[in-house]
T-cell receptor, first 106, second 115 residues
């Protein structure tokens, strides 16, 4: 069993749609990270959360510590949002989800 | 460009050879992390440093792997007697060492192919 589970694994959306990616974890954490990885590209950190909610532009990340669950939302999705989104948690150890591959179609 | 650099970007080596990768973090970051990522999978933690001290090592890091950060700045990851299963992208990241965690900045990675 993976310590970090993401859903869905793959997601295709039409441009403009509201997108949600979910992350559940089973270990104690000090922080949860949402990362973005473009094909052939490096990894960019989008958010680091330990509680509540954060917003950057069209991206919103929330975390519920009691339920050990986080969501990443993308409003008004755009083809340039197409990438793999990875959830990672840090605490005593470091664990990554396997990623959600998002494709936004024009 | 996140400010974290890795060298080389690509390495092809024959099984049994030793390889060494270098990571230069953002200068004011005292934490440095090494991860490995295989195709279609998320990254896996290998090890991390707080300044020059190696504080955590994954069980994935066999005796053939060694990492150093001698002066608390750049770091090297060496793989001895490479095996085909070592083929992967090796990622480095750095962060400030803040209590409760801090954002990690990732390098572009070194892609290793063992033939």
């Amino acid at each position: 069993k993976n310590e970090v589970e993401q859903s869905p694994q793959n997601l295709t959306a039409q441009e403009g749609e509201f997108i949600t990616i979910n992350c559940s974890y089973s270990v104690g954490i000090s922080a949860l990270h949402w990362l973005q990885q473009h094909p052939g590209g490096g990894i960019v950190s989008l958010f680091m959360l330990s509680s509540g909610k954060k917003k950057h532009g069209r991206l919103i990340a929330t975390i519920n510590i009691q339920e050990k669950h986080s969501s990443l939302h993308i409003t008004a999705s755009h083809p340039r949002d197409s990438a793999v989104y990875i959830c990672a948690v840090t605490g005593n150890q470091f664990y990554f989800g396997t990623g959600t591959s998002l494709t936004v179609i024009p | 460009d996140t400010g974290v650099s890795q060298d080389p970007r690509h390495k092809i080596t024959k099984r049994g050879q030793n390889v060494t990768f270098r990571c230069d973090p953002i200068s004011e970051h005292n934490r440095l992390y090494w991860y490995r990522q295989t195709l279609g999978q998320g990254p896996e933690f290998l090890t991390y440093f707080q300044n020059e001290a190696q504080l955590e090592k994954s069980r994935l890091l066999s005796d053939r792997f060694s990492a150093e950060r001698p002066k608390g700045s750049f770091s090297t990851l060496e793989i001895q007697r490479t095996e085909q299963g070592d083929s992967a992208m090796y990622l480095c990241a750095s962060s400030l060492g803040l209590a409760g965690g801090s954002e990690q900045y990732f390098g572009p990675g070194t892609r290793l192919t063992v033939t």
